[in-house]
């Protein structure tokens, strides 16, 4: 219990303690604080995970019925680990990166507040806790997104709290009808309606569900309300777009999960109108997001894109609701964790020692900074599918799922859509592959110079690509792992 | 219904009375027209509250011959009651002409509406 | 009996002796003295809050040596003192807080008359909660409505009069329904004290006689005090009165004024005629359509205007409207969410006026959005207070507005015919709040390339961020620690039946 108190508040209140003391201003003491908060952080996680699988305790209660309740869970686990690992990579990246950015200090114990909001998150036992970290991790990750306070960056954050709000609220509209018709807004695999409310009132309830799966799908980028997230990831700083990219969008996913499979269940949405809009929004988002990728220049932008797209794979996994998409839903989640914080990384090394942010201007990159893009290539490799990186493993089970599920036309279309849209992320990402290490005939190859960047840089690049990989070399325990969980929630 | 009516015609007259001054005071646009409404109202009542309070034949309790018998008074409550309403009602309007003056010194005009156009034209 | 229980009256009465004496002072002493004050009275509720609590029962104090059912009584239980104690702490964060624009925009030889003014509207306020006779609330009722209309107009522009005028006719209107109401009422029971009247009230109701007359006499008062309150269709003189007049008392009316009248309705639903009777006549369903209506209406101008200040007198009419219709919902829940709006509603507006002043003040005294673009960054403050309150008036948690909307739909789903009209209005009336409330703080942190207007710093300003500070630490208080406060109010109704 105190493990998981301590995992969520550590970071928050060391991140309000950064905020506030002013010999923080000092580059080194920073740096040595965050730095140790990390690490403490880190391991505050991986004990509350070793420790409190299976705990839950009440914090305190907002009203009579509504508590704030955490509990730990496999779900929890799966996305506490990627959150922790990803952030904690990600902010020793920021180490080296964030030299040329100015307001370190306020950058740093914002980016501890939402380390320690996403692991509330995480651990939220009930629906209404979840709610309330879901408004506190908008707000609290706002001032990431308009860090550099540049007149873009101050309406792309706007627009990302507006869009944010809004999801919200659709959702908190939602859950006073599901407080109505439940037992209770605890988490409980396979869902908490009372089944008399849910045989009397389905019309209405399925009403319910949609509009609460559109509000929770705003922060995972779902079309039509993706418009937000290409603005505002790529101009907050790279590592912050990482973590935004890879682990912030993540809590729409989550919310996702939890409303689904452990408020509604999943029995209750399976074959509805409910279902199939879903798969229609997520398939349209697949390809949509690709498509816009293909066209955009910006690498940054690129790659917001190319978010949009990678995570309705995701979705698209959970609508379809079957044992195998399910699974490879998940598998997606941390492969694509893995595979977008470290391209967001990469383009923000490549930033940082050239400064250049268009994909065209790229030429040559390969050989000045080899091993940055070789983490570029091989994790691209992985978001196209290609065995046996991650992203191969987690589309098979995909693929798979959906073929056997037996949703008449979405069955084959959604393997359809996804191949395509497999094909046009080779087209954007590759590219820059072929150009940076295959410059042509007319580059100057006598006189380029190395500037590969210092080790803070690298190292978290290299571990986040060993573990992109690793899912992919050796996904058994990971899939059982997940089998288990998604055989409690069908 | 007819015969209650009757019966109570003094009720009754209050009552329209205060429909009276109630319409003077919501619609008219003239300041002043509207002040007199609002007596009218109040007046109403006073009336509606003498007539209730007042029982024929009988007097206001003073005891001046011995009598203690509670059938020979009057309630004495809403005759008080009428005074405080008064004194209230005295004070309300002498605000309410003091700030028609101060409007009327500003704009040259009673009229309400004619002072809002104004305003929306004018600014402050 | 115990000393404490004088408090209420000692209270009402230092109110008035204060005004008394302010009258003859001079500007800056009758500030000082209107501040001791409210930390006096301050202090003697927060007293009477804690003895109720402790005692765990109202209690009547009778003026002068009439027992009832003749004198004239005060009443206080948990949820009396409670009020009387959050109406003091607002009136004087509000009060501190526009202290510096109301030097400027009032004669200086003016000044002392707006302190006689403040302390007869807080003595009018506190005899409004705490009397136990609905003559004298009549009569404080009309007090609290000629202290309020000076306080409109003490600021001597052509608007302020003109909406103090429109506001004057407004609550004539609904004061003169009030009394014919209550005259009718009287002549029904006979009786002028509220536990009297609602002995008599059970009486006629048991007997099945005079049905009619006591609806009308019902409907008379419920109505008047929803025009003195500006419920939906009466609200056109509330958005000049409260955006032209000095901020301080635009705050005091919106959070306290109409509040009064409120409260007073509850006393009269609870206490006078009895909660299961005032259910059973149709007045409630009424009160639920305009409620429901005044949150929509009201938004929708505010999203269309274009100053600041009126919008947010406009966002006051939309949350009037969540008040009634947590009163029409015609439970027990929906009045504790009606209760607490009264509250949450009254700490966040005020602080919202406050603000607002701190931001126009910044951008050369125009309210217009247009200029106020990048305001919050010439004083950071007000920006920061300002989006906490728009973060609570539209329901974010931890803030005060999120409790109430949370109780309000909790309230709602306990009823099947209206759950869905108000779970309905609800989210589309959160929506638009939204909608205005992020368009403001989006254009208050759009920041500016050049621009003419100086910016302060806290040095300029330490009383006015300190009331800000507060203000919001009031806010978060009433939305993270909402469950005592729900429990005293549960605890406060009990004590009126």
Redesign the interface.
């Known amino acids: 219990m105190y493990s998981i108190l301590l995992s969520i508040f550590f970071p928050v209140l060391a991140g309000v303690y950064l905020l506030i003391r002013k010999e923080m201003a000092d580059r080194r003491n920073l740096l040595i604080t965050t730095g140790i908060c990390f690490v403490i952080t880190g391991i505050l996680v991986v004990a509350t995970l070793l420790t409190a699988h299976g705990t839950d305790f009440t914090l305190f ?6 508590p704030i309740y955490f509990s730990v869970d496999a779900v929890s686990v799966i996305f506490s680990a990627m959150t922790m690992i990803i952030f904690v990579c990600a902010g020793f990246f920021s180490f080296e990166y964030m030299k040329h950015e100015t307001k370190e200090k306020r950058y740093y114990g914002y980016y501890l507040i939402v380390f320690g909001v996403l692991n509330a998150l995480c651990f939220a036992g009930n629906l209404i806790t979840f ?2 970290f879901f ?2 991790l908008t ?1 609290s990750s706002m001032p990431l997104v308009l860090h550099n ?1 540049s ?1 873009e960056a ?2 792309a954050g ?1 627009k990302y ?2 869009y944010s ?2 999801g919200a ?2 959702a ?2 939602g859950i ?2 599901v ?2 018709y439940s037992d209770s807004l605890t988490f409980t695999a396979g869902g908490v309606l009372t089944s008399s409310a849910a045989t009397e009132h389905t019309g209405l309830l399925l009403i319910v569900a949609f509009v609460m799966i559109l509000g929770f799908s705003v922060k995972a980028g779902m079309f039509p309300m993706h418009a937000w997230l290409p603005t505002a990831h790529p101009v907050a700083p790279a590592p912050a777009s990482a973590v935004l990219s890879a682990v912030i969008v993540k809590a729409g996913v989550l919310g996702i999960v939890r409303l689904v499979y452990y408020i509604f269940g999943a029995s209750f949405l399976r074959g509805t109108w409910v279902q199939t809009v879903w798969l229609i929004l997520t398939l349209i988002t697949v390809f949509m997001g690709s498509m816009l990728a293909y066209r955009e220049k910006v690498l940054k932008k690129r790659l917001a894109y190319s978010t949009v797209s990678q995570l309705s794979y995701i979705l698209f996994g959970l609508a379809v609701m079957d044992a195998g998409s399910v699974t490879g839903g998940f598998l997606h989640v941390l492969a694509h964790g893995f595979i977008k914080s470290t391209l967001f990384l990469c383009a923000g090394a490549i930033i940082y020692t050239t400064g250049k942010t268009k994909v065209d201007e790229l030429r040559g990159i390969g050989k000045e900074m080899p091993l940055t893009m070789w983490c570029y290539t091989i994790v691209s490799l992985g978001l196209i599918g290609i065995p046996p990186t991650g992203g191969f493993v987690s589309k098979w089970y995909l693929a798979i799922g959906s073929l056997g599920s037996a949703i008449p036309v979405f069955s084959w279309l959604g393997p359809v859509i996804l191949l395509v849209s497999a094909l046009l992320t080779a087209g954007y990402l590759l590219p820059l592959t072929i150009q940076g290490f295959f410059p042509g005939a007319d580059y100057d190859y006598e006189h380029f110079k190395k500037r590969e960047p210092s080790g803070w840089m690298t190292i978290p690049l290299l571990i986040l690509t060993v573990l992109s990989v690793l899912i992919g070399l050796l996904p058994t325990p990971l899939v059982d792992y997940l089998t288990q969980i998604v055989s409690t929630i069908l | 219904m007819g015969a209650n009516l009757f019966t109570n015609y003094g009720e009754a007259v209050a009552m329209i009375l205060f429909g009276i001054g109630f319409g003077n005071l919501l619609l008219q646009s003239n300041l002043i027209k509207k002040i007199i409404g609002l007596n009218i109202m109040d007046t109403a009542i006073y009336l509606f509250l003498a007539e209730k309070g007042y029982i024929a034949g009988r007097v206001a309790p003073i005891v001046a011959d011995g009598v203690t018998s509670v059938e020979a008074y009057i309630n004495p409550v809403p005759s008080g009651l009428v005074l405080t309403g008064i004194v209230v009602s005295v004070s309300v309007s002498a605000l309410m002409l003091a700030l028609t003056i101060r409007l009327y010194r500003r704009y040259h005009t009673l009229d309400l509406d004619e002072i809002s156009t104004l305003l929306k034209k004018g600014g402050l | 009996m115990d000393f404490i229980q004088n408090f209420p009256c000692i209270s009402i009465m230092l109110c008035l002796f204060a005004g008394i004496i302010s009258s003859g002072l001079r500007g800056k002493t009758a500030r000082w003295l209107n501040t001791i004050l409210l930390i006096i009275v301050t202090i003697l509720s927060a007293c009477t809050l804690l003895y109720t609590i402790s005692t765990g029962e109202s209690f009547v104090y009778v003026m002068g040596k009439f027992p009832a059912p003749w004198g004239n009584e005060i009443r206080a239980g948990v949820l009396e003192a409670g009020m009387a104690l959050f109406f003091c702490i607002i009136m004087l964060l509000s009060l501190l807080g526009g202290q510096h624009k109301l030097m400027k925009e009032v004669e200086e030889n003016k000044v002392f008359l707006y302190y006689v003014l403040t302390n007869l509207l807080l003595s009018s306020l506190l005899a409004l909660v705490y009397t136990n006779d609905m003559f004298t609330a009549y009569v404080f009722v009309e007090i609290n409505t000629i202290s309020a209309c000076g306080l409109i107009m003490i600021r001597q522009v052509g608007r302020t009069i003109e909406a103090a005028v429109r506001y004057m006719i407004m609550s004539l209107l609904g004061s003169g329904l009030l009394l014919l109401g209550l005259c009718m009422l009287y002549d029904l029971t006979g009786h002028l004290l509220m536990s009297n009247m609602k002995e008599s009230v059970a009486a006629i109701v048991a007997q099945g006689e005079y049905n009619i007359p006591l609806i009308v006499a019902i409907a008379l008062m419920t109505v008047g005090l929803c025009i003195k309150s500006a419920l939906f269709p009466f609200h056109a003189w509330l958005p000049d009165a409260y955006g032209y007049s000095t901020v301080s008392s635009a705050a005091i009316l919106s959070s306290l004024v109409s509040k009064g009248y409120i409260f007073l309705l509850i006393k009269i639903i609870y206490r006078v005629i009895g909660f299961d009777i005032f259910i059973n006549t149709r007045i409630i369903d009424v009160l639920f359509v305009f409620g429901l209506m005044g949150m929509i209406f009201g938004s929708l101008s505010a999203i269309r205007e274009n100053d600041i200040r009126r919008m947010i007198a406009f966002s006051s009419v939309a949350q009037i409207g969540y008040i009634y219709m947590g009163f029409g919902m015609g439970t027990q829940y929906g009045i504790v969410a009606s209760v607490f709006h009264i509250l949450s509603h009254a700490a966040t507006k005020s602080l919202l006026f406050i603000a607002a002043i701190g931001l126009t003040d910044v951008s050369g005294g125009s309210r217009k959005f247009i200029e106020l673009t990048g305001s919050a960054y010439r004083n950071k403050w007000a920006g920061v207070t300002f989006t906490v309150g728009s ?1 609570s008036m ?5 803030f005060s507005g999120f ?1 109430s ?3 309000f ?2 309230a ?2 306990q009823i099947n015919g209206k ?1 869905l009209p108000a ?1 309905i209005v ?2 589309i009336s ?2 638009l709040n ?1 909608i205005y409330f ?1 368009k403001t ?2 254009r208050i ?3 500016v390339e050049e621009t003419s207007y100086p910016s302060v710093t806290f040095k300029d300003m330490k009383l006015y961020a300190v009331v800000l500070v507060f203000f919001i630490i009031l806010n978060i208080i009433l939305g993270i620690s ?2 005592p406060i ?1 429990d005293m109010i549960e605890q406060g109704l009990a004590m009126f039946a």
Do not use: D, N, W
């Not at chain 1, 209660?61 to 509504?66: E, F, G, N, R």
């Not at chain 3, 539209?394 to 931890?398: A, C, D, H, I, Q």
């Open positions: 209660y907002l009203t009579q019925s509504l709610y309330l408004e506190m707000l306070g007149r101050i309406m706007l709290l507006f709000l809004c609220y659709a908190l509209f006073y009808f407080c109505k | 973060l539209v329901g974010v948690p931890l409790i909307k949370l109780l739909a909790q709602a789903v759950m779970l609800l989210g959160t929506i939204a992020m703080v989006i942190y759009t920041p909402s469950q729900v």
